[in-house]
């Protein structure tokens, strides 16, 4: 099978394989990565919105891919759940017969000073973080990996995401 990624991103390409690899065992898989535009802002303030972000990366990458049998979008984005701002990912799958699957990752509740930078727009979740923790802005960093002290990585944040939008898409075709 082939799946087409849309994203230049080592560590989301990188969390795709690892869950194909969980989700469908022994078969034999390859991983495409396309650059797509996800059509929203750089930095989703929302669930939805994120969701839009992912969906259009996965159609995009599908269409851009011929001979790809699925697209599969992640997008990150941040929302408010009460007086915290939450960060999470969204993953989309689709297959070349319209079906589509959808994945969530965990939320992980950002730090107030890095909160604030987001939710005012004034930058990236990536940037805030470089900025709070003092280390170089790199959108290929792991900020999963420096809000939860290295105990969760970007990789483990998006496969689990991208199993339960694998298994949405086949409880659908099933």
């Known amino acids: ?24 065992g022994g078969i034999s898989a390859e991983i495409l990565s396309c650059d ?5 802002a750089d930095q989703p303030l929302t669930l939805s919105v ?23 979008g992640l ?10 701002i939450v960060d999470f990912g969204v993953v989309q799958v689709i297959g070349r017969n319209g079906v589509r699957g959808l994945g969530i990752t965990e939320g ?27 280390i170089d802005s790199d959108k290929t960093r792991d900020c999963t990996g420096v809000l939860t002290s290295g105990r969760l990585g970007v990789v483990q944040f998006y496969k ?3 199993i339960s939008a694998l298994e949405d898409y086949d409880r659908q075709v099933a």
């Open 1 to 24: 099978m082939k799946f087409a990624v849309g994203s230049r991103r080592a560590v989301k390409l990188e969390a795709v394989e690892a869950a194909i690899g969980s989700y469908y």
């Open 36 to 40: 797509v535009k996800s059509d929203i």
């Open 50 to 72: 994120t969701s839009i972000g992912a969906l259009n990366r996965a159609m995009r990458s599908l269409r851009n891919t011929p001979g790809a049998d699925m697209g599969v």
């Open 75 to 84: 997008e990150a984005g941040i929302e408010r759940v009460g007086d915290r």
């Open 108 to 134: 992980i509740a950002l730090p107030e000073e890095v909160a604030v930078l987001v939710e005012n727009g004034a930058t990236e979740l990536s940037d805030a973080v470089a900025r709070v923790y003092d």
């Open 160 to 162: 689990a995401a991208v």
